[in-house]
């Protein structure tokens, strides 16, 4: 099993990313995929959350109007388009699946990528 993020670094304030999460070694598409983010120090936060049939997309209010997640149950991935990022979403991003998103939150996450850093400059 394993979750594979990509597209993380360094951005201005004001700029755009998107983050990819590749799964392989298990069905993906019967699987609810979470994004969360965790800053040093910190707990790790949800960030966003897809459903299955991406029937179900939630977001936390700090990220809602600029994130956008996605997936593509057909190349087992999942995304995270990030516009106008802050130096307040500087975090390592994290996707997982697991059994189903509660809002932005997936609960319980089953499995976990490696993450990817995202830092935002002033």
């Known amino acids: 099993v394993q979750l594979v993020e990509s597209g993380g670094g360094l951005v201005q304030a004001g700029g755009s990313l998107r983050l990819s999460c590749v799964a392989s070694?298990?069905?993906?598409?019967?699987?609810?995929i979470g994004w969360f983010r965790q800053v040093p120090g910190k707990e790790r936060e949800g960030v966003s959350c897809?459903?299955?049939?991406?029937?179900?997309?939630n977001y936390r209010d700090s990220v809602q109007g600029r994130f956008t997640i996605s997936r593509d149950n057909a190349k087992d991935t999942v995304y995270l388009q990030m516009n106008n990022l802050k130096p307040e979403d500087t975090a390592v991003y994290y996707c997982?699946?697991?059994?189903?998103?509660?809002?932005?939150?997936?609960?319980?996450?089953?499995?976990w990528g490696q993450g990817t850093q995202v830092t935002v400059s002033s």
């Open positions: 070694g298990f069905t993906f598409d019967r699987y609810d």
């Open positions: 997982a699946a697991g059994r189903t998103c509660v809002s932005y939150y997936l609960t319980p996450a089953d499995y």
């Open positions: 897809i459903s299955t049939n991406s029937g179900r997309i």
